[in-house]
């Protein structure tokens, strides 16, 4: 089975672009979520989705969004690109969304601002 | 409040046991995990333990909660080489959403 799939898998994007990043869950995993990871840190919280409806959002500015597909699949779309936004974009799926439903994580997205 | 602290690096000898340590903050946390990421990976599901039990054990690894202290160890028994990484300690927070340490960088020496 596969497991939680990201695209693309490097970026290089210049202060003020847009960018939007793509996930596809675990099959059968109905919540995905979203963490950004700086280099040298642990990630930090971004969103939650479980059925296509955000359950919590974390301390990012607006410029962050995101939404869930009747597929499952998501995007992060972040606008106006800052140097600090450069960092590793990592998607978790999990069964449902809650703390007994362990998230899986892909291999990321290594997004440069420039 | 949200706040994991873990050693920020780790030596050991090939064949040896390692043993991370980690500190959480929240006492209200019902799970506790473990990943483990290599270079240029993603996070990866070591386990994960629920807050009502003090040992966990999945065959090389064992994880020990000590909820009083708020203290989470997770013990590697015979080190390998492939176990090279940086592990994270994490905390659910609100049902939904993991707050992680900085992670632990293990280095395994012949």
């Known amino acids: 089975d596969a497991g939680v799939t990201q695209s693309p898998t490097h970026l290089i994007k210049t202060r003020g672009q847009h960018v939007t990043l793509r996930c596809s869950p675990i099959s059968g995993h109905k919540s995905v979520s979203w963490y950004q990871q700086v280099l040298g840190q642990g990630p930090q919280f971004i969103f939650q989705?479980?059925?296509?409806?955000?359950?919590g959002r974390g301390n990012f500015p607006d410029r962050f969004s995101a939404r869930q597909f009747p597929n499952y699949s998501s995007e992060l779309n972040v606008n106006a690109l800052l140097l600090g936004d450069s960092a590793l974009y990592l998607c978790?799926?999990?069964?449902?969304?809650?703390?007994?439903?362990?998230?899986?994580f892909g291999n990321g997205t290594r997004l440069t601002v420039t | 409040g949200e706040d994991v602290e873990q050693s920020l690096f780790l030596s050991v000898r090939e064949g040896d046991s390692s043993v991370i340590n980690c500190t959480y903050t929240d006492s209200s946390s019902t799970y506790l995990y473990w990943y483990k990421q290599e270079p240029g990976a993603g996070l990866q599901l070591l386990t994960y333990i629920f807050s009502n039990m003090d040992m966990k054990q999945d065959q090389r690894l064992t994880v020990l909660l000590n909820k009083k202290d708020k203290h989470l160890s997770l013990r590697i028994a015979d080190t390998q080489t492939g176990d090279s990484a940086i592990y994270f300690c994490a905390e659910s927070i609100d049902d939904y959403k993991l707050s992680f340490g900085a992670g632990t960088t293990v280095t395994v020496r012949a």
């Open positions: 978790a799926s999990s069964l449902a969304g809650t703390e007994n439903s362990p998230l899986h």
């Open positions: 989705y479980y059925e296509k409806e955000e359950r």
